[in-house]
């Protein structure tokens, strides 16, 4: 199936600064990926959808001044946590779909950690 | 997007089979039906997805009544390993932009 990998898998950062995450589609183009955020014992929360080449679709509450989000091309994605705080800390997982009418693959995820 | 709903937590022992039912009251014509597995620390894996009646495929089958209001995802013979969160999500996928919500999701702890 089709590969979606996310880095870092892990980081550790100090409060106020920023984090940059990578999502990229390995071996297919997205027009279309995901950023979603996980909390431990928690569903999977949407956070923004990103269109290549436009403005990221935020969800209702989530801070688009805070988490940036850039789709620069067909196969990458990056999530930027701004002046990150401990309570940012989180799961982040993003996902892409190839085409339409199929299934969503899923990066590995990224555990932050902000001290 | 049709709000789904599923039992918290199943348990299992190893060798049954496992059913998970899925509630989706509100799904629409176009909505198609996807579950997805996720591991602890991993991103969610896609298991099966279904339109109507029965999808069958290495792992895992899926069952659809008529109406589409629920849908029950069989998992044969499980083993330790399938302990995880599987998740039902219901979407119109069959046209370019879906947006993936996810529910509480069902927590299956299979033990020995």
């Known amino acids: 199936g089709a590969v979606v990998s996310q880095h870092p898998s892990w980081v550790i950062c100090k409060s106020g600064t920023s984090v940059k995450i990578e999502c990229r589609s390995l071996d297919f183009q997205a027009t279309t990926m995901f950023w979603y955020r996980q909390f431990p014992k928690q569903s999977l929360m949407l956070m923004a959808t990103s269109n290549e080449g436009s403005k990221a679709t935020y969800e209702q509450g989530v801070e688009k001044d805070k988490f940036l989000i850039n789709h620069a091309s067909l196969t990458l994605s990056t999530l930027t946590v701004t002046s990150a705080h401990p309570e940012d800390s989180s799961f982040y997982i993003c996902?892409?779909?190839?085409?339409?009418?199929?299934?969503?693959?899923f990066g590995q995820g990224t555990r932050l950690t902000v001290v | 997007l049709a709000k789904t709903t599923q039992p918290i937590s199943m348990d299992s022992y190893e060798g049954q089979e496992v059913n998970i039912t899925c509630s989706h009251n509100n799904i629409a014509t176009n909505d198609y039906i996807t579950w997805y597995q996720q591991f602890p620390s991993q991103g969610p894996r896609f298991i099966i997805q279904?339109?109507?009646t029965k999808v069958t495929n290495e792992v895992a089958s899926l069952f659809i009544p008529a109406d589409r209001k629920s849908s029950t995802l069989s998992l044969p013979r499980v083993s330790l390993s399938d302990t995880a969160v599987y998740y039902c999500?219901?979407?119109?996928?069959?046209?370019?932009?879906?947006?993936?919500?996810f529910g509480t999701g069902t927590r299956l702890l299979v033990s020995p």
């Open positions: 279904g339109y109507k």
């Open positions: 996902s892409a779909i190839p085409r339409v009418n199929t299934e969503a693959f």
């Open positions: 999500l219901v979407g119109l996928m069959s046209t370019g932009f879906q947006k993936l919500v």
